[in-house]
């Protein structure tokens, strides 16, 4: 007697189901909502710290009220590399490839599940950092109101660049496996390694990830002020190198998957 | 049904598994037998794709497990004893495998039942013994109640009374004509709950036989297990003077 499988729905798994894999396996951690958590609140927690200081009324404060997106973007792209880190550290990827064995697949829906995630969570926070700000200008300097040119384009791009940072750590976290070095590898790249080598190459600087978060997303003003030795990336341009950086990572995050042993 | 043919792994200059060719047939529990090191796991995951074959291949019910519609479905595997992550849940571990592959949630309830998980289903996998993420790794390869299942060392780090519940479980399984492979470096245990041995030394076949064939060979089913591996030890101390 053979047991033969005539419960088994028609065709296969696909995307979906994956998609809904990944969700769950999100969803029900902890840290996935406290790390959403954080991000949300920290971001218009500094704008509301800071917004007294802005001096002038008008473009500048706004990409001052998202100044805390910054942390923002090194929360998801930690969470974005302990998605799949995690699942190396406790073996939880052997039985994850038993249940869908195209690789790539699984990281495509582990994709769309953190970006996904990481845009609300990114927009929420813009916006709430946006209104944090104003409510915390000082007597007598106005607040930019969402309709002036630009404003709400600052706001839009400055949330999505959570995205680009969950799929940045994503692909990083796929390609080193191991959350302690990916982790460092995120934060040392973005962050330590942009700062040294911002302060000390400004020609290169309109290209790290830091100063197009900071200068050029947030922009409402020109990108080229007289005197600049360069020019910030126009708010567009800036967006399209970040998810660049995120398609790289990604890429060659799928291109190893798909060879290595799990 | 399982079918190996061939399959070759290298790591470097080491063969772990050589030419390795066996057949894992329906309705009996084979027991998979060999030294820690000669290769049971390597072979394994080279079923479950999850390691690539240098030569050879594998297929579960006539095809190769990366063609599978539903794997979970079609083969179920326990492959390390704690195959999760400790910070989720034994239900919503189950929860989103079942997910992958349209498997009814319902069914997540049926297996954590099954295996006497219902009452911690809820708490944090992290904190289980091990006797208790061996029963969640077998949940998780019944859930699609497949024909085929695949089990590593399974009764490591169990008590008596859970060791007697797995020989139980798989010997029901398998009387309900699915394909079961055990690994274990336990002859004893194999005694009891296997029917068919394939035993491996390096990685290379050394017997594909029953388990009265083998105690055939020898005073005791014991002495037949430690003279073949014996040879397989000698050959490999051979190899490297």
Redesign the interface.
Same mark, same amino acid.
């Given at each position: 007697? %053979?047991?033969? =499988?005539s #419960?088994? /729905?028609p065709?296969?798994?696909r995307f979906r #189901?994956?998609a809904?894999?990944?969700w769950?396996?999100l969803r029900?951690?902890?840290?996935t909502w406290l790390t959403v958590a954080l991000a949300v609140c920290a971001p218009p927690g500094i704008a509301l710290a800071t917004g007294g200081s802005n001096a002038t009324s008008g473009g500048m404060s706004v990409s001052n009220t998202l100044t805390g997106m910054l942390v923002g973007v090194l929360l998801t792209g930690v969470a974005g590399v302990l998605t799949v880190t995690?699942?190396y550290a406790?073996? %939880?990827i052997? =039985? %994850?490839?038993? =249940?869908? /064995?195209?690789r790539l697949r699984v990281l495509a829906a582990k994709a769309a599940v953190v970006g996904t995630v990481a845009l609300v969570t990114g927009e929420a926070a813009a916006f709430l950092s946006f209104f944090a700000g104003a409510v915390a200008l000082r007597h007598g300097i106005t607040a930019p109101a969402l309709s002036q040119p630009g404003v709400l384009r600052a706001i839009v791009l400055t949330g999505a660049s959570l995205s680009l940072a969950g799929l940045f750590g994503l692909g990083l976290g796929t390609i080193i496996r191991h959350t302690a070095a990916a982790i460092t590898v995120v934060v040392g790249i973005v962050f330590v390694g942009g700062t040294f080598i911002g302060q000390s190459d400004f020609a290169i600087r309109p290209y790290l990830p830091l100063y197009i978060v900071s200068h050029s997303l947030g922009a409402t003003g020109p990108a080229c002020l007289p005197g600049m030795a360069s020019c910030w990336l126009s708010p567009w341009s800036g967006l399209g190198l970040l998810a660049g950086y995120a398609a790289i990572a990604m890429l060659l995050g799928g291109l190893i998957l798909a060879r290595r042993? =799990? | 049904m399982i079918e190996v043919r061939g399959l070759t792994k290298r790591y470097g200059s080491t063969v772990a598994v050589d030419r390795l060719s066996f057949d894992v047939p329906p309705g009996a529990v084979t027991g998979f037998l060999g030294l820690n090191g000669s290769g049971k796991s390597t072979t394994m995951r080279m079923i479950l794709s999850l390691d690539s074959p240098d030569a050879g291949h594998a297929r579960i019910g006539g095809q190769p497990y990366l063609r599978l519609r539903w794997p979970l479905r079609e083969a179920g595997g326990l492959l390390e004893p704690r195959a999760f992550h400790p910070g989720r849940s034994a239900r919503a571990h189950l929860a989103a495998l079942a997910a992958s592959n349209a498997i009814i949630q319902s069914r997540v309830d049926e297996v954590l039942e099954l295996v006497g998980l219902q009452a911690v289903a809820r708490k944090r996998a992290g904190k289980f013994s091990l006797g208790m993420a061996q029963r969640l790794g077998i949940a998780a390869a019944l859930l699609g109640d497949p024909a085929v299942l695949l089990l590593d060392e399974p009764v490591n780090g169990l008590d008596p009374e859970g060791i007697r519940w797995i020989r139980g479980l798989l010997r029901s399984l398998a009387a309900e004509g699915r394909a079961v492979l055990v690994s274990s470096h336990l002859i004893s245990e194999m005694a009891l709950m296997a029917d068919r041995l394939v035993v491996i030394g390096q990685g290379r076949l050394l017997a594909d036989t029953t388990v009265a064939g083998l105690s055939g060979r020898a005073p005791s089913l014991e002495e037949a297990f430690l003279q073949l591996t014996g040879d397989s030890a000698q050959f490999r101390a051979r190899n490297m003077s």
């Open positions: 007697m %053979t047991v033969r =499988a #419960h088994q /729905p065709g296969g798994y #189901h994956l809904r894999m990944e769950i396996k029900s951690l902890r840290s995690g699942e406790s073996g %939880t052997s =039985a %994850t490839f038993a =249940a869908a /064995p195209r042993d =799990a | -």
